[in-house]
């Protein structure tokens, strides 16, 4: 999408793409990913205890939360839900995506991402 609207050139918008698959596939495995049937203002108070471990991954509607981060604390979060009635699904991934287990390509990614050259979309 940036590309179409001209933020970067295609061959800047491929080597971001391939960096990110490249980076996040050797990120260290573990963690899992669950869509819960809850708003982010439910889900959030729920997360504040874990310490970091789990994150709210993707709001994909108003009533639609995907979590991420240790698989116990997730299935925990998923056992919470159900409790509730809610629908609580654990996602098929390999790796806890868009969470702390993430952070350690950050680096790498923006050492990365600054080689671009980017310009106003239009």
Known sequence: ?????????LE????LVAARGRLMQAAPAGGTMA?????EQEIT??????????????LNSPTSTVISGDTDTVERHITHW??????ATRLTVSH???SPHMD???NEFRDIAT???YHPPH
């Open 82 to 87: 159900h409790k509730r009635g809610r629908k």
């Open 45 to 58: 108070p729920t997360l504040a205890a874990d310490n970091g471990t789990i994150a709210i991954a993707a």
């Open 115 to 117: 080689t671009i050259t």
């Open 35 to 39: 869509a819960i049937q809850a708003s």
């Open 104 to 106: 350690g390509i950050l």
């Open 1 to 9: 999408a940036a590309h179409i609207a001209g933020v970067f050139s």
């Open 96 to 98: 806890a995506f868009h």
């Open 12 to 15: 800047d918008a491929a080597k």
